[in-house]
């Protein structure tokens, strides 16, 4: 990002009717989402329908992984390590990193409702970021541990009041799983592995001694690189066999339970390299083969019995369940009969009874997944079902479709609340299956909402609905709702179960807004949220932007989020207009949905515009306040450029010296003269076609002399395309990039102030060198450099091998200061250059977790710089 002369800042977001179709699609094999359906003018919007975000997640999952996949589509073992390595033994220049986002965050605030941009009202109360594992301590009473998508490990000594942060400096904070030994040891898988595809985020599997007290480190890694640069979802313990499993994207591996740390895993199960089991046809391509979603070890087996779910969402010939009867060293796939239909196995989940005596099943259909558009496929859950002999060859019977769950209570119950999704329409991405320890016929189960049956699925309830809107019982007049408790956050991912002596049994769920429990007991409606506090600070930012208070209060603060809107912090008691904007110093939720980037007024923080997705502008003079209670009056606008091809996080920014000059990027380089006064998207004026198919990831402005980078096509693979456009010199045109310029993803471009004429520019690259990605293209360095409007370019990175080299990660945005210091977010922290101290390079300050961190923004006195991280809140640092 930017600077501007004026100190100003470069910058998401909205809420309207979609009229959608049909389901999320996926084409198998590709990564790319389908043709879905129509909105009714632009889809600038918050969501109306519950369910109409399927399409938008899988974009969401395809704009955070494409640039860090790029051009193969895969990363080998050892990247994420490698670069670690390299940065412990950097330079480190003097500064600390201070937590910003600490406040509890209220999505449900009651004077931010916008009933056509905010999702505040609809339930979902205090939020957090994704939760994507839980597990509770056997031992100590009221310890429970929360696996964030983004985040790390958080610790929580007092049933989920508060919460720690215990695992921030390890080299990957993506959590895939989380288990705790008979031993009261902590096991964190890395890795998330919701998006049941390829994943190279994680960096191995930890275990920590002791965790009701500990804090993770580097030392308690278990095993060598061969779980580097996956994903996994499940860690299982075969204590009577004497192992421990994790099922990985790359297949099920196997390690003796008490063997020393460094002792690698060993892969007993990948039918697409003919490991474990033989004479599989595969089916796919590599970076969609041996995708293992769970696997399951049957009580009372003596540790023999293992149950495998091996399978890529979109479908393969490898799709199956597979089973071992000897603690996994050979495996079959197994032949369910009843119900399942083993052609239409997809993405499943098992969870045994207690006993071993009943096994049950979720499952997504990859049949439903690929249908055509238009279809009438409201939900790709083939079912859930259960063997009653706990055999993986069934027979099988169906308990639950997702007819029948949306008709038990659910708020996505078709024709009740619009042409929506039935549960399920994500059962490729949100699916978790558990049963009661105490009582083998008490199952959960979670989708985009929570179930319940107390009789073995003969009857279930939506005992955690998506939200109330447009639900009988909801209205905006508090005094008229009528909703009941059985509300949180959607997209259920974790689920776990207490069972400390003398203390009522508790059910935790862990979902995409955070953490909630209850008593296995409870049968009346109500959770307990466990974001109350706002100390599970695991918020999953796309932005940050900050502008100065008007009353002279200090900061407001905004960043766009995944799924969880747009952020606003403003000063604790600060008012605007008249108007009390925090009364109680919480953050608050102007904007539902998706957020993306974000621009805000320096000079007036609440003045802000933000992005719902794919460049759906919306802006608010006065910081999304509603002051009435049922938020009737329009205080946010729309303001969308109708482009055709916008990436899902599309960049728009301010003129770094001219403040009456916007820029934004689709397929289309977009110039707005209007700025703070802009009123509808015909204020926009198109400047530059990039291409047909092509897409802009990044722009910035100087004098109205703008670049602009591009992809196209940008799924990985050898389709995948980049380049640069700039009317540097008075006319667009497209820049040669030179033959040692990485064909990978161009996150960000930023023009240096200090030549006057625009031609001095830097580019950063993402994802990870050749060395590790194979794939057309060569090149090592992240960090590029013209002094001459693009006829040449310069690596800047450093020479790979010296200490103080730019480290081989994924680097993310940019920004220049005022003083000539470049500063890049990337992965794995922040990393500044002076200017002309080429390849000398240093990691920006002490303090800051290691989740990736992915824009960068100055305060309006140019003194701070935030960072905005993507499952650690946002940070900031003196300016460099």
Same mark, same amino acid.
């Given at each position: 990002?930017?600077?501007?002369?004026?100190?100003?800042?470069?910058?998401?977001?909205?809420?309207?009717?979609?009229?959608?179709?049909?389901?999320?699609?996926?084409?198998?094999?590709?990564?790319? =989402?389908?043709?879905?359906?129509?909105?009714?003018?632009?889809?600038? +919007?918050?969501?109306?329908?519950?369910?109409?975000?399927?399409?938008?997640?899988?974009?969401?999952?395809?704009?955070?992984?494409?640039?860090?996949?790029?051009?193969?589509?895969?990363?080998?073992?050892?990247?994420?390590?490698?670069?670690?390595?390299?940065?412990?033994?950097?330079?480190?220049?003097?500064?600390?990193?201070?937590?910003?986002?600490?406040?509890?965050?209220?999505?449900?605030?009651?004077?931010?409702?916008?009933?056509?941009?905010?999702?505040?009202?609809?339930?979902?109360?205090?939020?957090?970021?994704?939760?994507?594992?839980?597990?509770?301590?056997?031992?100590?009473?009221?310890?429970? !541990?929360?696996?964030?998508?983004?985040?790390?490990?958080?610790?929580?000594?007092?049933?989920?009041?508060?919460? @720690?942060?215990?695992?921030?400096?390890?080299?990957?904070?993506?959590?895939?799983?989380?288990?705790?030994?008979?031993?009261?040891?902590?096991?964190?898988?890395?890795?998330?592995?919701?998006?049941?595809?390829?994943?190279?985020?994680?960096?191995?599997?930890?275990?920590?001694?002791?965790?009701?007290?500990?804090?993770?480190?580097?030392?308690?890694?278990?095993?060598?690189?061969?779980?580097?640069?996956?994903?996994?979802?499940?860690?299982?313990?075969?204590?009577?066999?004497?192992?421990?499993?994790?099922?990985?994207?790359?297949? =099920?591996?196997?390690?003796?339970?008490?063997?020393?740390?460094?002792?690698?895993?060993?892969?007993?199960?990948?039918?697409?390299?003919?490991?474990?089991?033989?004479?599989?046809?595969?089916?796919?391509?590599?970076?969609?083969?041996?995708?293992?979603?769970?696997?399951?070890?049957?009580?009372?087996?003596?540790?023999?019995?293992?149950?495998?779910? =091996?399978?890529?969402?979109?479908?393969?010939?490898?799709?199956?369940?597979?089973?071992?009867?000897?603690?996994?060293?050979?495996?079959?796939?197994?032949?369910?009969?009843?119900?399942?239909?083993?052609?239409?196995?997809?993405?499943?989940?098992?969870?045994?009874?207690?006993?071993?005596?009943?096994?049950?099943?979720?499952?997504?259909?990859?049949?439903?997944?690929?249908?055509?558009?238009?279809?009438?496929?409201?939900?790709?859950?083939?079912?859930?079902?259960?063997?009653?002999?706990?055999?993986?060859?069934?027979?099988?019977?169906?308990?639950?479709?997702?007819?029948?769950?949306?008709?038990?209570?659910?708020?996505?119950?078709?024709?009740?609340?619009?042409?929506?999704?039935?549960?399920?329409?994500?059962?490729?991405?949100?699916?978790?299956?558990?049963?009661?320890?105490?009582?083998?016929?008490?199952?959960?189960?979670?989708?985009?909402?929570?179930?319940?049956?107390?009789?073995?699925?003969?009857? /279930?309830?939506?005992?955690?609905?998506?939200?109330?809107?447009?639900?009988?019982?909801?209205?905006?007049?508090?005094?008229?709702?009528?909703?009941?408790?059985?509300?949180?956050?959607?997209?259920?991912?974790?689920?776990?179960?207490?069972?400390?002596?003398?203390?009522?049994?508790?059910? !935790?769920?862990?979902?995409?807004?955070?953490?909630?429990?209850?008593?296995?007991?409870?049968?009346?409606?109500? /959770?307990?949220?466990?974001?109350?506090?706002?100390?599970?600070?695991?918020?999953? !930012?796309?932005?940050?932007?900050?502008?100065?208070?008007?009353?002279?209060?200090?900061?407001?603060?905004?960043?766009?989020?995944?799924?969880?809107?747009?952020?606003?912090?403003?000063?604790?008691?600060?008012? !605007?207009?008249?108007?009390?904007?925090?009364?109680?110093?919480?953050?608050?939720?102007?904007?539902?949905?998706?957020?993306?980037?974000?621009?805000?007024?320096?000079?007036?923080?609440?003045?802000?515009?933000?992005?719902?997705?794919?460049?759906?502008?919306?802006?608010?003079?006065?910081?999304?306040?509603?002051?009435?209670?049922?938020?009737?009056?329009?205080?946010? @606008?729309?303001?969308?450029?109708?482009?055709?091809?916008?990436?899902?996080?599309?960049?728009?920014?301010?003129?770094?010296?001219?403040?009456?000059?916007?820029?934004?990027?689709?397929?289309?380089?977009?110039?707005?003269?209007?700025?703070?006064?802009?009123?509808?998207?015909?204020?926009?004026?198109?400047?530059?076609? @990039?291409?047909?198919?092509?897409?802009?990831?990044?722009?910035?402005?100087?004098?109205?002399?703008?670049?602009?980078?591009?992809?196209?096509?940008?799924?990985? +693979?050898?389709?995948?395309?980049?380049?640069?456009?700039?009317?540097?010199?008075?006319?667009?045109?497209?820049?040669?990039?030179?033959?040692?310029?990485?064909?990978?993803?161009?996150?960000?471009?930023?023009?240096?102030?200090?030549?006057?004429?625009?031609?001095?520019?830097?580019?950063?690259?993402?994802?990870?060198?050749?060395?590790?990605?194979? +794939?057309?293209?060569?090149?090592?360095?992240?960090?590029?450099?013209?002094?001459?409007?693009?006829?040449?370019?310069?690596?800047?990175? +450093?020479?790979?091998?010296?200490?103080?080299?730019?480290?081989?990660?994924?680097?993310?945005?940019?920004?220049?200061?005022?003083?000539?210091?470049?500063?890049?977010?990337?992965?794995?922290?922040?990393?500044?250059?002076?200017?002309?101290?080429?390849?000398?390079?240093?990691?920006?300050?002490?303090?800051?977790?290691?989740?990736?961190?992915?824009?960068?923004?100055?305060?309006?006195?140019?003194?701070?710089?935030?960072?905005?991280?993507?499952?650690?809140?946002? /940070?900031?640092?003196?300016?460099?």
């Amino acid at each position: 990002m930017h600077w501007f002369s004026d100190g100003r800042r470069p910058g998401r977001r909205a809420r309207t009717a979609l009229a959608l179709g049909a389901a999320a699609l996926l084409v198998a094999g590709t990564g790319s =989402v389908a043709a879905y359906g129509e909105d009714d003018d632009g889809g600038h +919007g918050r969501h109306e329908v519950a369910g109409d975000e399927s399409h938008e997640l899988m974009e969401s999952i395809d704009s955070f992984n494409d640039p860090r996949l790029s051009p193969s589509g895969q990363v080998a073992a050892g990247a994420y390590t490698d670069a670690w390595k390299h940065i412990k033994n950097m330079p480190v220049k003097t500064g600390t990193w201070s937590e910003v986002t600490t406040s509890p965050y209220d999505e449900d605030a009651l004077h931010y409702r916008d009933q056509s941009a905010s999702n505040s009202g609809g339930g979902a109360g205090h939020s957090a970021g994704r939760i994507s594992a839980l597990a509770t301590d056997p031992t100590h009473k009221g310890v429970v !541990y929360a696996g964030a998508a983004g985040g790390g490990v958080f610790r929580s000594t007092d049933d989920g009041a508060t919460w @720690t942060p215990i695992a921030d400096h390890l080299p990957a904070l993506s959590v895939g799983a989380l288990a705790t030994g008979s031993d009261g040891s902590l096991w964190m898988a890395t890795g998330e592995a919701n998006t049941a595809a390829d994943n190279y985020l994680g960096s191995g599997v930890y275990r920590l001694a002791d965790p009701a007290t500990g804090t993770f480190s580097e030392s308690d890694k278990v095993g060598g690189t061969e779980l580097d640069s996956t994903s996994i979802h499940t860690v299982t313990f075969d204590k009577e066999a004497g192992y421990v499993f994790a099922a990985s994207s790359h297949g =099920v591996y196997r390690r003796p339970l008490t063997a020393a740390q460094p002792t690698p895993w060993t892969k007993v199960l990948a039918p697409c390299a003919g490991t474990g089991v033989s004479g599989i046809a595969c089916g796919t391509t590599p970076e969609f083969a041996d995708i293992a979603n769970d696997i399951a070890v049957q009580p009372g087996s003596g540790g023999k019995k293992l149950l495998a779910d =091996v399978a890529w969402r979109g479908g393969a010939g490898y799709n199956g369940f597979y089973y071992s009867d000897d603690a996994g060293t050979s495996w079959h796939r197994a032949n369910p009969t009843g119900a399942v239909n083993p052609a239409e196995i997809g993405n499943a989940s098992f969870a045994y009874a207690a006993d071993g005596s009943k096994l049950y099943v979720s499952m997504e259909s990859p049949k439903l997944l690929n249908k055509a558009s238009g279809a009438g496929v409201y939900s790709v859950l083939a079912g859930v079902y259960v063997s009653g002999s706990g055999n993986a060859d069934g027979p099988f019977k169906q308990i639950a479709n997702a007819a029948q769950l949306s008709a038990s209570g659910s708020a996505m119950k078709v024709n009740e609340i619009g042409a929506g999704y039935q549960p399920g329409s994500q059962a490729w991405y949100d699916q978790i299956i558990a049963v009661d320890p105490a009582d083998p016929d008490h199952v959960y189960l979670g989708l985009e909402e929570m179930f319940e049956t107390r009789d073995g699925g003969a009857n /279930w309830h939506a005992v955690g609905r998506y939200w109330n809107f447009g639900l009988s019982c909801f209205s905006y007049d508090q005094d008229s709702n009528t909703c009941d408790g059985d509300v949180m956050h959607s997209d259920q991912h974790a689920i776990a179960f207490s069972q400390w002596k003398g203390a009522t049994s508790q059910v !935790y769920v862990g979902n995409d807004g955070g953490a909630y429990a209850r008593p296995t007991a409870q049968k009346t409606p109500g /959770w307990r949220n466990l974001n109350e506090s706002g100390t599970l600070r695991s918020l999953q !930012y796309y932005s940050v932007g900050a502008g100065k208070m008007t009353d002279g209060s200090g900061d407001a603060v905004w960043g766009g989020l995944q799924d969880n809107g747009v952020s606003l912090l403003a000063p604790k008691g600060s008012t !605007y207009q008249g108007q009390r904007l925090n009364p109680d110093g919480q953050m608050v939720a102007p904007f539902g949905g998706d957020g993306g980037d974000q621009l805000v007024n320096p000079a007036n923080g609440c003045e802000t515009v933000g992005e719902y997705t794919n460049l759906a502008l919306q802006i608010t003079r006065n910081c999304g306040y509603t002051a009435s209670d049922d938020g009737a009056e329009d205080v946010i @606008t729309d303001i969308a450029p109708e482009d055709p091809n916008a990436r899902f996080i599309a960049p728009f920014s301010a003129d770094d010296k001219d403040s009456g000059y916007w820029v934004a990027g689709g397929q289309y380089i977009w110039g707005d003269t209007k700025t703070w006064d802009t009123e509808d998207g015909d204020d926009w004026t198109q400047l530059y076609d @990039t291409g047909a198919g092509h897409s802009t990831t990044a722009v910035a402005s100087r004098d109205r002399v703008v670049w602009g980078a591009w992809c196209g096509s940008c799924n990985p +693979g050898a389709t995948f395309g980049r380049g640069i456009v700039t009317n540097y010199g008075g006319t667009w045109h497209q820049v040669t990039l030179p033959a040692d310029f990485p064909n990978r993803y161009i996150s960000d471009v930023a023009i240096d102030p200090s030549d006057a004429s625009g031609g001095t520019v830097y580019a950063v690259v993402n994802g990870f060198s050749r060395h590790w990605n194979e +794939g057309p293209g060569a090149g090592y360095g992240h960090v590029w450099r013209t002094t001459n409007g693009g006829a040449s370019w310069q690596d800047v990175s +450093g020479e790979p091998t010296a200490a103080d080299s730019f480290p081989d990660a994924p680097a993310n945005a940019l920004l220049m200061t005022p003083s000539g210091t470049l500063a890049v977010a990337t992965d794995l922290g922040v990393f500044t250059t002076a200017r002309g101290a080429d390849g000398h390079w240093q990691r920006l300050g002490t303090g800051l977790p290691t989740a990736p961190a992915v824009y960068l923004s100055p305060s309006p006195d140019g003194r701070q710089m935030y960072v905005a991280t993507h499952g650690r809140g946002i /940070w900031k640092t003196p300016t460099p």
